[in-house]
């Protein structure tokens, strides 16, 4: 079974530019969460992806956006980039039944991309 | 709307000694629980959860952690530190047993003296 994939693993950018990031889910998971860790601080939920749809969204801005696969990857593009933007990116994969709630759908974290913006 | 606050940054111990890292939280539901653990340049790795069923919950590696309700807290031990331990250690809450969406503390830097 392949764990969550992150990539790149380190990215340099520079003010103003736009970046993508990208994860691969856990084989068999559906739902597909991003996470912000400053240095210093614990990760904060930016949005999350159910089966191609947005579905609940963090206290970011609109120039961090997403997407979701047909396969369940996924990507994290931000525009115009802040040095406040500066952080480890996170995803996390889960499996959630068609049925809904009733058991915890454990969330697989990949190793995070590092994007630095000077 | 729920936050757990994490009390002390940085945590040191003695290998052999009695880790306890704090947590505590607010919520206005009944919240779910839950201690990661972050090694350096890797992801999160879930070492307990709690679910409204038992209270004193066990988890990877020796951890275990206790809900006490009374006192808003969800505080992580481990009876004997083992170097491995190192890591950094986030406590978190979610509104809902399937709700992924996860609130994080900020952290407690776990350090073992040998």
């Known amino acids: 079974e392949t764990g969550v994939t992150q990539s790149p693993t380190h990215l340099i950018k520079t003010r103003g530019q736009q970046v993508t990031l990208r994860c691969s889910s856990q084989?068999?998971?559906?739902?597909v969460s991003w996470y912000q860790q400053a240095l210093g601080q614990g990760p904060q939920f930016i949005f999350q992806y159910y089966r191609e749809e947005e579905n609940g969204r963090g206290n970011f801005p609109p120039r961090f956006s997403g997407l979701q696969f047909p396969n369940y990857s996924s990507e994290l593009n931000v525009n115009a980039l802040e040095l406040d933007d500066s952080a480890l990116y996170l995803c996390a994969s889960s499996r959630r039944s068609s049925s809904g709630g009733g058991s915890y759908n454990e969330q697989f974290f990949g190793p995070g991309t590092r994007l630095t913006v000077l | 709307a729920q936050s757990v606050t994490q009390l002390g940054s940085h945590v040191s111990v003695s290998e052999g000694a009695l880790v306890l890292l704090r947590c505590n939280y607010s919520?206005?539901?009944?919240?779910?629980l839950f201690w990661y653990v972050q090694y350096p340049n890797q992801g999160l790795q879930l070492l307990l959860k709690y679910t409204s069923a038992a209270t004193l919950v066990k988890g990877i590696n020796g951890f275990e952690a206790e809900f006490k309700k009374s006192e808003t807290s969800f505080h992580l031990t481990k009876p004997s530190a083992h170097m491995s331990d190192a890591a950094e250690y986030f406590c978190a809450v979610s509104a809902s047993f399937g709700n992924e969406k996860l609130t994080f503390g900020t952290g407690t830097r776990l350090t073992i003296i040998p």
């Open positions: 919520s206005s539901v009944p919240p779910y």
């Open positions: 084989s068999g998971h559906n739902t």
